[in-house]
């Protein structure tokens, strides 16, 4: 299993003075194939209103450039399994 969870962040800059930049956070599994993640569902369907990031009054969009930043956070997960046999003592372990 090739997998594991991944955090991120995407910012739409602000090149405006004193205005705040648009952050959105997320989060989901990463796979190696569809059947052990959920690589088509990461991100937002409704980020910002394409009005909004068109007005330029609001900043985002100067001389018909936008700066983005993207941040991602990988977390690779691990398991422990461990077997107490009828004798009491541990079986084996798998990690």
Known sequence: DR???CLFRMSVLNDTIGKAHMHRDSYGRLAAD?????????GW?????MTDF???????LIDDTVSFNATFQIIKESSTISKT???????SRII
């Open 3 to 5: 997998s594991c969870w």
């Open 34 to 42: 569809n059947k052990s993640g959920d690589n088509t569902s990461l």
């Open 45 to 49: 369907n409704d980020y910002m209103k």
């Open 54 to 60: 068109l007005n330029l009054e609001n900043g985002y």
């Open 85 to 91: 046999l009828s004798n009491g003592s541990s079986g």
